[in-house]
Each structure stands twice: as structure tokens, then as C-alpha cells.
């Protein structure tokens, strides 16, 4: 205002002063704004941190608050805020920008990351009895009341509660693994509730009987107890898994822990000092603690959590963004074919420059169509320095573009290579301008995995330009599968010992190591005795857990050179190689071992909160020679093995070549046996039968073999033999027609008329389906009185062969044959057969007699017996008496037939003849028996 005369008075003055008043101004604008700048920057920058809730939004925000304090110690340039959310609330939160970071669960993750494009910068890495946890799972739970609700399939028509929809530890995951039970949500359930956060409302439901099961999250329940909420005691976890990655309650696999995410719009160099301010808690500080947590690590691997997702159709990209990309991923070479047969023909209609370029364009295409591809891929140029990788390289090496262009490959170097690897590699490059092979590479965080690596050699429009493109895939899984595959081929799964096949390479190379350095090598047996005990009466659990517990006590004894194996179900081996000592030598550290050996089996298994105590016989052959071959030394010792349960002092037995004798032996017992049917050298003995008032009512027919060289063999050392061949028949056969002969010759004389014979039936001679027509052929040859004859059939012979039982044995009982059930309650006793099948006695066998006096039980199931006996009509007889005070004590109970030692011992012919003589009035010449 001031100028303004002189500018109108002097209009020169005007124009030169015009420019410096507009420059001035701008200065002036310029300096205003700086100053703003400064001040704002001068400002600390607020970030808010939105963390999932799961269960009370007060107790969460207390777990959280030493975190927060440890960030604002840390980041005093930020000024950080935390806010806890329920699922719902943070998805509408992140939606509208209204938070920076996030800690949620992974499939939310996930859903967030598809939706509004976070990115996970680390994991977080609970804690649970100082072991951190990696990975989490679903629990499956019902009432301990409920006992029917013991499996997967019991939970179709049941009512289901779960936290919510979304909630991937507390219904995902325990949907997906129904579906692979077959069980599919919500068709095959009465209803599905789902309660909202916090996931104790689940457990409210559950114990108020308002639902029959409920889905949470592992850490839920042992929260809940430690809260005195809740006890163990009310609960029944449903198809519990056990996983030495997670010792929290858990029904599911595993799934990968929560993700530390940013919004795509934060600066990274914010999210860098966030993220690091993170990995910089400690275990054991307060803020782990208070938060029960190990830590954070750098963000895993969610590809196996997306293919769950996938499978039960909620991945977003499924739902949502299937478009010409996808048909592009899942056609690609296809496309990429039909691209390079067009490009091909196109090129034949124009000169060679043209095809140059156009193929040179058609495989950049091919690159740049290719570049985002599962497939890490990186281009460097002639000097081979990184100018672009693409996102799957940084997923894979955990390496960022910005931290890679323009640095050597080299970098990734594992060390695990020679230079000559490498050489060979720029060879084939320069040459064929290709390389593909397998490669060890570090990632960023120092872990060391292997990938499939090819590399092209990409010419450029001048003979000095080139670029090497490299694709790469991560193949730890691919090893790992095969790795296991082999595992599972040469391994025991029960014990993870070596099997009969790995043992049988190891027998070979022990034979060629013993061949070329002149040293010995000895094979143990070990057999457990009375294994099949532990399976009936604990169960097969608790069998197959004695036999883990075998294995590690068995390696913790082994000595050097030496392994162990698994060869049959209750079979163990140790091949122990003597590499420095002598033949000498080798024997006396073999009793050594079978000492140490003796010694782990002195101490009882803990199986199921019960001590088993096993014992082991052992079998032995030591091998100074390579002329043998892996199977025979385990035949040998197998022979040692055998021959170990046969000695009364020892457990343990060395092959001896008479045991191959002994073998042949019993092949040769075989053939004098075959030879005794047919010689006549079998006979009958007779053991009698009394009632209570000390009268024969009848005998118990016993075979035995009068061999011409051995002697008289009991029936204990060649029955067993004739049941494992067809002689069973044979022998069956002579016994039930010496028995009719018997009777018909019995039928002639009055003392001896009204007597029964018992015979013994075996299952082999039973089961045959001509069983009924022999026995009444055998009755009609002799016209023997088919009511005098009686059947003595054992429990173990019935159990699985009932309804044709029945039909056979009511076939003889028409004619007038009577039965005996012999050894009862030695086995599964049943009532259903005794009422189905038409018995006329019950035999109490003498395990219960021996020691009647003394045991109450035995008195109880004799007592049970006659109960039963006298409740079907079926008389009960006693075998294995052998005292007066026995014999009293049963006439007490209220048995009246008896048989055994105190009476009798089994008898010849002749000798019952005698014995005959003594209760008859007849002559025993007029007896002609």
C-alpha cells in the first residue's frame, strides 16, 4: 500500500519491482511449509496394533500390556497403541484403515490378506511349560459322562457348538478333519451353534448340557483349569493326538501360529522397526511372559493351512478370484505350447532376422508370463549380478528384491558344494547355454534346504548382452516324503527299529566285512515270553507299548558295532560285529552281553500305570566264517531260540549243530508215527470215573504210543505234532474205534454195562465235515450202544465254530452219543453255547481243584459251575482230584463225579482188569476184559 503512489507514479518502477514481490512471497511459502514439516516430524508417529481376541477382551488386553510396554521402550519414536478385537470387529477394522498392524489367527490372516492385502513381516511363537510352540490345533470335546462319544463317527446327529465360522483353531480345523472321517458339517450334525468370542462360551454350553460337543482352541481348556473354571475330570477329549511339537490337549493336525501382519499402505521402513522390535523379546522377559509366549520368528510357510482352506472351499482366492489367471496357472503349458508352435509358424513366413527376433520376444513373453509362477525364478545379467527375482524366490530364501539386486547368486552359497560342482555347472552354461541338477542354498535366516535348479543361458539384440534366467523350486518337502517312504521300508513303524529286510543287508555286509578283514559277528535272538499275556490282558496298546519299551532299553544296552532289528512280533535281533577282538575274544564279550541283556528284563515295565514283568529266551549263533548266508544264521538262531524255552537253568542257548539234529529228529518222530498207525503201536489207556459213593460210573480213554526203541511216549510229545498234519485224522479215527470195540465188549458184562468212555475230539477232527457219519460208522461196525459213548469237545474248539457245532453234534445226540465239556472255564467261557449246544456234562478242569483249599476264587467258579450245571440239567464232574481233603471239599459243595490221581492213574488194559477185579463179584477171568 505504501508503494503503491510511487508504482503508479513511476510505472518503470513497477515492472522491475513486480518480480521481486512474487519471488519474495514464494520464498516466504516455502519457508512456512518447511517449518510445518518440521514440526510434524518433530511429532511421534501413532501406530495402531489390533490383536484377536479369543477369549475376554479384559484378560487379553492384560496379556498384551508388558508387550506394548517393551514396543514403547523400544520405538520411542512411535507412539503405539493397542486394541483388542473381537474377529468381526478387526475385519471391519483393518476394512476401513482404521489399524496399522494386526496379530490374528491364520486363516484370518489369510482372509485378510486376499481382501485388503496385509502381509505377514513375523509368527508368533506361544509357550507352553517353557517349550515354545510353532504350531497350534483344535480340541474336540465332550462330557466325561458321555462315554458313547468316543470317536469321530459318534458325532453325527450330536449337537455341535463352535466359537465361530471363521475361528480356525476352534472350527476350521476340526471341520476339515471331519470331513476326512467322512463327516460333513452341518448335514450330518442335529445342529451347529456358534457362540462368538470368547471360546470359554463353547465350554459354558457344553457343561450346561446345552450341546453335546464342543470345538476350541488347544490352550483353551488348560487355561480354563488354571482359571478354576473348569476341571479335567467333567471332560472327554474326542480322537486325542499326540505330537511332540505341541503338548497342549489337541484332537487335529497341526496348523501354523498366529501372524504379524502390516497394511499394504505403511511405510516398510516402519514395519521393519516394528518387526525387528518384535524379534527382540526374549523368553524368559516380562513381556513373553505375561503374554505366554516364546517369542517371534520370522513369518512361516501357510501353504499347508491354504490347501486345508482349499479343501473345504472358504479360500478366498477359490470363492472369489477365479479368473483368466487362474486358467493361465492351471494351463500354462499348454498355453506356452500352443504360443511357441504359433511363433514357429509365423517365423517361416519372414526372413532369418525376423524368426531371431520374434523367438527372442516370444521367450521374453514366456519369462515374463512364467516370472510369477509358484517357482522362485532370478535374472541376472552377463556378469551375473541379480537385476529381479520374483515373490515365490522371496517366499522360498526369505530375501527381499531390495536386498538382492545387484549382488552376486553367490550369496546363497551353502558351502555343502566343491569347486569342481560349481565349474562343471559354468561349463555346461557356456556351452549348451543350459544347466538342471539338485542344489544345497542357504536362506536368509542361515537354515540350509535343498532346491531343483535350472538355468538358461537368454542371448541378447548384441552378442556381448546375455542374461541367465534361473527357476528354482524348495524340495525339502519331495526329500522328505522320500525319505520317509524309505523309512517305512526298511523300518518297524511300531519300534523304528530296522526290519527283516534292513537286518538281512546288515547280516550280508557284516559277512563281507568278515571275510575281508578276518573278524567275527554274532546274531542274538531275543523272544519275549508270554507276550500274548500282556496282549489279552491288558490289551494291544499296552502290547504294543511293552514292546517300545523293549527296544530302548534293548539299544541303550548295545554295544559299539553293534544294531538291533525287529523281526516278528515279539522278536528282537542284535547283530554285534567283534571288529578287534579275536574268535576268543568275541565269545567271552558275548556272555558279557547276555548278561546286560538279562539284566534289562530283571526290571519291570511301567505299561499303563501297571509294572510288567517279561522275561526273554535268547537264541545265539556266533559266525567266524563268510560261507553262510543271512537266512540260515537266522534259522540257526531261531533253533537256539526254541531250544532256550526247553532248559531249566538258563533262558539262553548257543546253536549247536545237534539242534539241526534235533530238528531232523522230530521230522523223523513224524515218520515212526505214520509208521505206528499203521503197525498197530498205538493204545488206549483208561482213566476212571466215580461218583460220591466211591462206584465206577465209567472212564476217560487216553492214547499212548509203545514205540518199538523209545519206549511208551505220552500223548504230550506227539499229539502236538499230529495236529500241526493230517495224522490228527488218522489218530481220531483209531481212538473213537478202539472206544466203540471197547464198549461192545463192555456191554456183555453187568459190572462193567452201564459204564460210559469218554474220548477226546480234537478242533481239526471236529471240523470236518464228515465228522457226524464217521462217528456213527464207527458205532454201527461195532454195534457199540451210542448212549454209553461220550464226547469230550474243548471251549477253545467251540468259540468260533458254534452254528455248524450245533448241527453235527445234535446229529449224534439223536443218536443217542452224549458230550462232555472239557477244560471249562479255562478259556472264554460263554453261556450262549452252553445253551445253544446240547452238553450232557461240564468237566471242572484241574486248575481250579489243584488249589481249591486255599483260593476262595476257584471255590467261587466251582460253586458257579454246579450252578450252572444244575440250571441247564447238565451233571458236572471233577478231574485232577488227587487228596481226601479235595475230595471232601467238593462232596461239600455238592459235585458227585470225580477223576483223578487219588482214585486212579490212567490204566492199561490189563491193569484195569485188576482194578476191575477189585470192586466186581465176578471172577475177573469171567470179565474177559
Same mark, same amino acid.
Given at each position: ?47 495402531? +496394533?489390533? +490383536? ?14 508388558? &508387550? ?22 478387526? &475385519? ?224 478366498? /482366492? ?17 498355453? +506356452? ?25 516370444? #521367450? ?205 512280533? /515279539? ?208 458205532? &454201527? ?28 453234534? #445234535? ?119
Amino acid at each position: 500500500m505504501l508503494l503503491e503512489p510511487a508504482l503508479k507514479e513511476y510505472p518503470l518502477l513497477h515492472i522491475r519491482i513486480k518480480p521481486a514481490l512474487q519471488f519474495f512471497g514464494l520464498f516466504v511459502s516455502l519457508l512456512l511449509i518447511s517449518c510445518a514439516q518440521l514440526v510434524g516430524a518433530a511429532e511421534t508417529e501413532k501406530l495402531r +496394533i489390533g +490383536i484377536l481376541a479369543f477369549r475376554s477382551l479384559e484378560s487379553t488386553q492384560q496379556q498384551w500390556q508388558e &508387550t506394548l510396554k517393551h514396543l514403547d521402550r523400544v520405538l520411542p519414536q512411535y507412539d503405539l497403541e493397542l486394541q483388542i478385537l473381537f474377529m468381526d470387529s478387526m &475385519t471391519e477394522a483393518v476394512h476401513k484403515q482404521q489399524l496399522d498392524f494386526i496379530l490374528t489367527q491364520p486363516e484370518h490372516y489369510i482372509l485378510l490378506r486376499s481382501s485388503s492385502g496385509v502381509s505377514a513381516s513375523a509368527t508368533l511363537m506361544p509357550v507352553s511349560d517353557k517349550q515354545p510352540l510353532a504350531r497350534f490345533a483344535g480340541v474336540i470335546v465332550a462330557l466325561a459322562d458321555r462315554p458313547e462319544l468316543n470317536s469321530l463317527d459318534a458325532i453325527r446327529g450330536q449337537r455341535v457348538a463352535a466359537v465361530h465360522s471363521h475361528s480356525l483353531g476352534a472350527y476350521r480345523i476340526q471341520h476339515w478333519t471331519l470331513n476326512q472321517a467322512g463327516i460333513r458339517l452341518p448335514q450330518d450334525v442335529q445342529s451347529l451353534t456358534f457362540t462368538g468370542q470368547p471360546q470359554d462360551k463353547a465350554i459354558e454350553m457344553l457343561l450346561s448340557r446345552q450341546v453335546d460337543v464342543a470345538f476350541v482352541r488347544s490352550g483353551v481348556l488348560e487355561s480354563m483349569v488354571q482359571a478354576g473354571k473348569l476341571s479335567m475330570d467333567q471332560l472327554q477329549i474326542i480322537h486325542p493326538q499326540q505330537h511332540a511339537e505341541l503338548p497342549l490337549i489337541h484332537s487335529t493336525p497341526l496348523i501354523p501360529e498366529w501372524a504379524f501382519a502390516a497394511m499394504p499402505s505403511l511405510d516398510p521402513l516402519v514395519v521393519r522397526d516394528v518387526t525387528q522390535a518384535l524379534f527382540t523379546i526374549s523368553p524368559d522377559s516380562l513381556a513373553a511372559r505375561s503374554g505366554g509366549y516364546f517369542g517371534f520368528i520370522p513369518p512361516v510357510d501357510y501353504a499347508g493351512l491354504e490347501h486345508i482352506l482349499l479343501e473345504l472351499r472358504v479360500h478366498p /482366492d477359490r470363492i472369489s478370484h477365479f479368473d483368466m489367471r487362474d486358467f493361465v496357472d492351471k494351463y500354462l503349458s499348454e498355453i +506356452i505350447l500352443a504360443l511357441v508352435l504359433s511363433i514357429l509358424i509365423a517365423a517361416t513366413w519372414v526372413s532369418y532376422d525376423i524368426r531371431q527376433r520374434k523367438k527372442r520376444a516370444a #521367450n521374453l513373453r514366456i519369462a515374463a508370463a512364467a516370472f510369477n509362477t509358484h517357482e522362485a525364478i532370478t535374472i541376472t545379467d552377463e556378469n551375473n549380478q541379480i537385476l529381479r527375482v520374483n515373490e515365490a524366490f522371496t517366499r522360498i530364501t526369505g530375501y527381499s528384491e531390495e536386498e538382492v539386486v545387484g549382488h552376486n547368486p553367490s550369496i546363497f552359497s551353502s558351502g555343502y558344494h566343491h569347486q569342481d560342482f560349481y565349474k562343471a555347472m559354468w561349463h555346461a552354461l557356456n556351452t549348451q547355454g543350459y544347466w538342471e541338477g539338485e542344489i544345497w542354498n542357504r536362506r536368509k535366516n542361515g537354515e540350509i534346504f535343498p532346491e531343483h535348479l535350472s538355468i538358461t543361458k537368454v542371448p541378447g539384440t548384441h552378442a556381448v548382452q546375455f542374461n541367465f534366467v534361473a527357476s528354482f523350486s524348495d524340495i525339502t518337502q519331495a526329500k522328505e516324503s522320500k525319505e520317509i517312504i524309505e523309512h517305512l521300508s526298511l523300518y518297524d513303524q511300531l519300534t523304528g527299529l530296522a526290519n527283516v529286510d534292513l537286518l538281512r543287508d546288515r547280516i550280508h555286509s557284516a559277512l563281507t566285512r568278515s571275510s575281508m578283514q578276518d573278524h567275527s559277528f554274532a546274531l542274538i535272538l531275543i523272544d519275549l515270553k508270554n507276550f500274548k499275556l500282556v496282549n489279552d490282558s491288558l490289551g494291544r496298546r499296552a502290547g504294543d507299548q511293552l514292546l517300545r519299551e523293549v527296544a530302548t532299553r534293548l539299544t541303550e544296552a548295545l554295544p559299539v558295532y553293534s544294531s538291533l532289528a525287529r523281526l516278528a512280533a /515279539d522278536e528282537f535281533v542284535i547283530l554285534c560285529e567283534f571288529r578287534e577282538h579275536s574268535a576268543e575274544q568275541a565269545l567271552f564279550d558275548i556272555e558279557h552281553l547276555t548278561k546286560d541283556l538279562e539284566r534289562v528284563f530283571m526290571v519291570p515295565f511301567s505299561i499303563e500305570a501297571e509294572a510288567v514283568y517279561t522275561q526273554a529266551n535268547m537264541g545265539i549263533v556266533h559266525c567266524a566264517d563268510a560261507d553262510s548266508t543271512a537266512d540260515e544264521l537266522l534259522k540257526r538262531a531261531d533253533l537256539a531260540k526254541n531250544q532256550s524255552k526247553f532248559n531249566s537253568h538258563s533262558s539262553i542257548s548257543f546253536y549247536d549243530p545237534a539242534m539241526q539234529q534235533q530238528v531232523d529228529q522230530v521230522v523223523q518222530l513224524e515218520n515212526d508215527l505214520r509208521q505206528a498207525l499203521e503197525h498197530n503201536q498205538l493204545r488206549l489207556f483208561f482213566q476212571p470215573q466215580y461218583n460220591q459213593h466211591r462206584q465206577i460210573t465209567g472212564c476217560e480213554a487216553l492214547i499212548r504210543w509203545e514205540h518199538p526203541i523209545r519206549g511208551l511216549i505220552s500223548p504230550a510229545d506227539f499229539i502236538p505234532l499230529a495236529e500241526s498234519s493230517d495224522l490228527i485224522l488218522l489218530i481220531g479215527d483209531f481212538v473213537i474205534a478202539s472206544a466203540c470195540q471197547k464198549l461192545t465188549i463192555w456191554q456183555q458184562h453187568p459190572f462193567t454195562a452201564t459204564w460210559t468212555l469218554a474220548i477226546n475230539i480234537s478242533a481239526r477232527q471236529f471240523q470236518c465235515s464228515d465228522f457226524a457219519e464217521r462217528v456213527l460208522g464207527h458205532i &454201527t461196525d461195532t454195534n457199540a450202544p451210542a448212549n454209553r459213548l461220550k464226547l469230550e469237545l474243548t471251549e477253545s474248539l467251540l468259540i468260533d465254530y458254534t452254528d455248524e457245532a450245533v448241527t453235527k453234534m #445234535n446229529h449224534l445226540k439223536q443218536a443217542g452219543i452224549r458230550f462232555s465239556l472239557d477244560d471249562f472255564g479255562t478259556g472264554f467261557s460263554s453261556l450262549s453255547y452252553l445253551k445253544k449246544l446240547p452238553f450232557d456234562q461240564i468237566k471242572v478242569d484241574k486248575a481250579f481243584i489243584h488249589d481249591l483249599l486255599n483260593n476262595q476264587s476257584d471255590e467261587a467258579i466251582i460253586r458257579s459251575v454246579l450252578a450252572m450245571g444244575e440250571a441247564f440239567g447238565m451233571n458236572v464232574i471233577a478231574e485232577g482230584v488227587e487228596t481226601e481233603q479235595q475230595l471232601q471239599k467238593l462232596e461239600a459243595l455238592g459235585c458227585y463225579f470225580y477223576q483223578g490221581f487219588y482214585f486212579s492213574k490212567p490204566l492199561s488194559d490189563n491193569q484195569l482188569l485188576t482194578c476191575i477185579a477189585q470192586f466186581s463179584t465176578e471172577p475177573s477171568d469171567d470179565l474177559g476184559i
